[in-house]
């Protein structure tokens, strides 16, 4: 994605638009783990162990706003990682298949890639070099020794991080719009 500048809609600040597309990509990386689900029926009793997959850690113990959007952005940008990592093993497996949930994954990527110039955009100063690239440094990934069953549940789990750190960005920029618009809904 070439990088763009972002120009407000009409009656809509950048913080609110980023929440607004927060809470789009949420409800899309929802989605997303249905369709996952509905194709992969045994999920539907399966359920991880808790542990995240992302979790940046902050540099101090009360972190501002915008230092908890800088974090925000360092763990999109390692689910964009794993969601890129997602996507060449299921094509390398089964190719590239054309239906809805390749369909809703596409959505997804080009919706979190541009959460992440959203989020680069409302934070970055002249201290801080915010990337947009997909972080591929993840604590945990699938190796191959699970076989087929093993990426499934591996796939399941990066689907669940998108929920998760999509939901946390869509109410940590929801705090930011506050401080700076004041009152106005975003």
Not at 22 to 43: I, K, P, V, W
Not at 131 to 160: A, H, I, M
């Amino acid at each position: 994605m070439a990088e763009q500048e972002e120009q407000p809609i009409a009656g809509r600040s950048l913080t609110g638009q980023a929440v607004a597309l927060a809470r789009l990509l949420h409800h899309e990386c929802t989605s997303l783990l249905r369709l996952y689900t509905e194709r992969e029926t045994f999920l539907s009793s399966y359920t991880p162990d808790g542990k995240r997959l992302v979790s940046p850690s902050p540099e101090s113990e009360e972190p501002s706003t915008e230092e908890q959007v800088q974090l925000l952005h360092s763990a999109l940008r390692q689910c964009l990682g794993l969601l890129h990592r997602v996507i060449q093993k299921e094509e390398e497996e089964w190719g590239k298949l054309e239906d809805e949930y390749e369909s809703m994954r596409k959505s997804v990527q080009a919706r979190l890639e541009h959460l992440l110039y959203s989020t680069k955009g409302l934070v970055q100063t002249d201290g801080t070099n915010l990337e947009v690239t997909p972080d591929n440094q993840c604590n945990e990934e699938t190796d191959g020794s699970g076989g087929v069953f093993g990426f499934k549940l591996w796939t399941y789990r990066v689907l669940l991080e998108l929920i998760h750190w999509s939901d946390h960005a869509a109410k940590t920029l929801h705090v930011l719009h506050t401080e700076r618009e004041g009152a106005e809904e975003a």
